[in-house]
């Protein structure tokens, strides 16, 4: 560990930039002061990780830690249509944890920080005896009149999601495995250790005024669905043969539609796009597949469509805090 607070203050305060657009005061202060641009909105998010919860030592090293701590925040910012501009971090870093450890953890958080051009402006930092907990905040803007919900979603309108689902789990169970990892398994367990926040994306749909309704899938497909749903007072109806799946030899992956559904910390976006503008909608963004799954129905409950044309209810399937 780092010697003192005063000492490990000063270390953080090298690493991030001095002067950046908006920033009046940062580290080292009682607090930050940020500037807000007039006709914009504030997007505020912040995400708890937690050692044993999010993240185990064997499995996640350091620079992966910080990484998804930050991306978690970033996602949701991105769900809202926003830019992400500066972050907040509350560290209860364990006694056991060694300095090395620390700035690696750090490294991670401000790689993710300088590709999305988000400022480290502060946070608070204590030593405990237990496990390790990171909090962290971010403050993004979107223009005024262009922020997304989850709650805009209307009957008819169609639903998409970006990227391949279910990616971040399998690499989860390739890593818990113990196995040594092939070649073919580097995309999912990079999915898992190192989400990309698809803001680029959210900032497109909103500019764009393609989405009616947009959220991340952070608890899983099924979860973050019918949490929309809800939200949009909706229900919906998907096709499993529609749902991007992870890519795998047949075989390789027997329950790779349950993996999709319900796995979870993918951070892709779900959004809804009304009829009339389906058509605007791209195949690819940049490099980032969109696929159309399904379709909001007026009737209340989320149900998923067989290849054979049955339908049975989806129920949410993916990660709940509270009912673990």
């Not at 990309?196 to 991340?216: H, V």
């Not at 209340?300 to 989806?314: N, Q």
Request: net charge positive; with cysteine; hydrophobic share 40%.
């Amino acid at each position: 560990m780092l010697r003192t607070e005063t000492e490990f203050v000063s270390w953080l305060r090298a690493q991030v930039p001095s002067g950046a657009r908006g920033l009046e005061i940062g580290i080292g202060d009682d607090g930050a002061i940020v500037e807000v641009r007039r006709g914009h909105k504030l997007v505020l998010k912040a995400d708890m990780s937690i050692e044993g919860v999010h993240f185990t030592r064997r499995v996640h090293s350091p620079r992966s830690v910080g990484h998804r701590a930050l991306a978690r925040s970033l996602s949701d910012v991105a769900a809202m249509g926003g830019t992400p501009r500066f972050a907040l971090t509350s560290l209860a870093i364990s006694r056991v944890a060694t300095r090395a450890w620390l700035r690696e953890l750090y490294a991670g958080m401000l790689a993710l920080a300088k590709q999305f051009a988000v400022i480290l402006v502060g946070g608070d930092t204590a030593v405990v005896a237990g496990k390790t907990v990171l909090d962290v905040m971010v403050a993004g803007e979107v223009k005024r009149g262009m922020e997304l919900r989850r709650s805009g979603a209307r009957p008819g309108d169609q639903i998409y999601v970006s990227g391949r689902l279910g990616l971040s789990a399998l690499g989860l169970r390739l890593l818990e495995s113990g196995r040594r990892p092939s070649p073919q398994d580097a995309g999912a367990i990079r999915a898992h250790l190192y989400p990309e926040p698809r803001c680029a994306l959210g900032r497109y749909l909103s500019r764009q005024r393609l989405a009616s309704a947009l959220i991340d899938i952070s608890d899983g497909l099924s979860t973050d669905l019918a949490h929309l749903c809800e939200s949009s007072g909706v229900g919906a109806r998907v096709r499993a043969d529609l749902i991007p799946g992870p890519e795998f030899p047949t075989g390789h992956v027997p329950n790779s539609l349950d993996l999709a559904l319900h796995g979870g910390e993918d951070y892709e976006l779900l959004f809804t796009v009304p009829p009339g503008k389906t058509g605007q909608v791209p195949v690819r963004f940049r490099d980032l597949p969109l696929h159309r799954i399904g379709e909001i129905r007026r009737s209340k409950g989320v149900a998923l469509v067989r290849p054979d044309g049955t339908a049975t209810p989806l129920g949410p399937g993916g990660y709940d805090h509270f009912s673990k």
